[in-house]
């Protein structure tokens, strides 16, 4: 039960770096069109 219990740890941590740099390594596109948003002004009375 201990070996299951560290095999599902390592595994947990192993996807936690994974996606970390894959975050980091990522090279994200920047936005292809402007968006823009009228708020109205009640909203911050």
Known sequence: MK???RF???F???I???LGFFLA???MPA???TYE???PNGRFK
């Open 37 to 39: 948003e009228v708020i």
């Open 16 to 18: 936690i770096a994974g």
């Open 25 to 27: 390594a990522w090279d």
């Open 8 to 10: 599902f740890l390592y």
């Open 31 to 33: 936005p292809s069109s």
């Open 12 to 14: 947990a941590l192993l």
């Open 3 to 5: 070996a299951l219990t």
